[in-house]
């Protein structure tokens, strides 16, 4: 038992709180390290061997029925690469060892004795809370610190020629939960309860340049996030209410769905479906991700088989665009690789890929050991589009002026 003291008005109280077991090392080995030791190998699925209308069979066991049969029909086709070891960074690991055992989910669906790390490394098909926990562990994978992207959102359609381009500058800085490393201490939002800022500026083209968005996360996920644009009509900056389930620039992401998932944890019902033996994009060796087939829509760099968590969620909400989302979530990562996306009747509409790279072919990201994000592509196969975001340079813990994310900055970068 660990004891603690609080002086109120003078009186000593003294608590006794439980002391928690740190985590097994062979739990950490088996969530963060899956790949160390042995490579997953499957007979006839070898590095060089090319998925596609040919050689499905070869995959059938191995590809969610929605994507195989998208190779089935011809619409792309891709190789096999040796599975990539991709830990995450070591604070994240550590602090998952110090302190995973202690949380809880609590009566209100909130965590309860979080401090850092992964929250719930073991994951129990059988828990009737498994499903919420992978959903936080989501919300609390290892994100790094700050991450700046440079990119360019398109609207695609099967022609492959883009309807619109957006050039964009994204920043996303977290302020609280994250492992102290270096002696540095990156949790300063703390008392605000604003787990994370995220920053938006887009830099072409013309009509919509110098547009700016500000959104505040908290830590609550029963709180609402405070978002502010700033347009260069008005020259001002203004708050603003962003439904989640509104779609973004007219394009088939709605505003939930980046990076997979990106919305409220309490306006779904999480089931986890399991775990199973994929191919997956993910290790990619470049700083940005290549499409290729139908439209230039699908991910085309190399495939490689992970271990990975299927979790299904299911909108609160009757009047919610999708009836269910189904995450396919790297385990060693915990980021969500591929999402199907289902509508009201229950067929399947979109498929979004969110790709990841290899940081040793990722100039200025070699040493960071954070998923790096390389990409997305959600298509819309009712609408016969693609929305895009191609990622031209992307920045891991570099920092940012203590100042970046005030109003008065914002405003200032548009005049």
């Keep these: ?156 359609p099967e022609s492959g020629l883009p309807d619109r381009e957006i050039e964009n500058y994204y920043v996303v800085a977290y302020g609280m939960h ?11 939002w703390e008392r605000d309860g604003i787990l994370y800022k995220e920053f938006f500026h887009i830099t072409n083209p013309f009509d919509l340049k110098n547009t700016m968005s500000l959104k505040h996360r908290y830590v609550r996920d029963q709180a609402n996030d405070d978002n502010w644009v700033y347009t260069p009509a008005s020259r001002k900056i203004r708050k603003v209410i962003v439904k989640h389930e509104d779609a973004s620039y007219d394009s088939g992401f709605l505003n939930e769905d980046f990076f997979g998932f990106w919305g409220y944890i309490r306006s779904y019902e999480w089931k986890l479906l399991g775990k199973k033996r994929l191919l997956a994009p993910i290790g990619i060796k470049a700083v940005s991700a290549t499409f290729g087939g139908r439209g230039s829509w699908y991910p085309v760099d190399p495939w490689e088989l992970r271990e990975m968590i299927v979790l299904e969620g299911t909108p609160k909400a009757s009047g919610h665009p999708y009836s269910r989302r189904v995450l396919y979530i790297d385990q060693q990562t915990f980021v969500p690789v591929y999402v199907l996306l289902y509508k009201r009747d229950g067929a399947h509409q979109k498929t979004l890929f969110e790709l990841y790279g290899n940081p040793q072919y990722n100039p200025g990201n070699e040493h960071v050991r954070v998923p790096l994000w390389a990409g997305e592509s959600m298509i819309d196969y009712d609408n016969r589009f693609a929305s895009m975001t191609v990622v031209t340079k992307i ?6 002026p203590e100042d970046f994310f005030n109003l008065e900055k914002i405003v200032s970068r548009g005049q």
């Excluded at 050689?55 to 994507?67: H, R, S």
């Excluded at 060892?97 to 401090?115: F, M, S, T, W």
């Excluded at 994250?178 to 300063?188: E, T, V, Y």
């Excluded at 920045?395 to 940012?400: E, F, G, I, R």
């Design 395 to 400: 920045l891991y813990n570099q920092p940012v």
């Design 1 to 156: 038992m660990q004891r603690m003291c609080v002086v109120l008005g003078g009186v000593v109280l003294l608590f006794v709180q439980p002391a928690y077991a740190e985590l097994p090392a062979e739990v950490l080995q088996q969530v963060f390290s899956p790949y160390a030791i042995e490579k997953p190998s499957v007979p006839g699925l070898t590095p060089g061997m090319v998925i596609s209308r040919e050689t499905w069979e070869a995959a059938k066991d191995y590809l969610p029925l929605e994507i195989l049969d998208r190779v089935k029909a011809g619409e792309f086709q891709f190789s096999i690469q040796e599975t990539t070891d991709l830990p995450v960074s070591e604070a994240y690991v550590e602090a998952t060892r110090k302190y995973a055992e202690q949380v809880r989910i609590g009566p209100d669906g909130e965590l309860e004795g979080y401090v850092a790390g992964l929250p719930f490394p073991r994951l129990d098909p059988t828990d009737p809370s498994a499903g919420l926990k992978a959903a936080w562990n989501m919300r609390h994978r290892d994100f790094g610190d700050i991450v700046q992207v440079w990119n360019t959102f398109r609207l695609v």
């Design 178 to 188: 994250r492992p102290i490393s270096d002696g540095m201490n990156p949790n300063k």
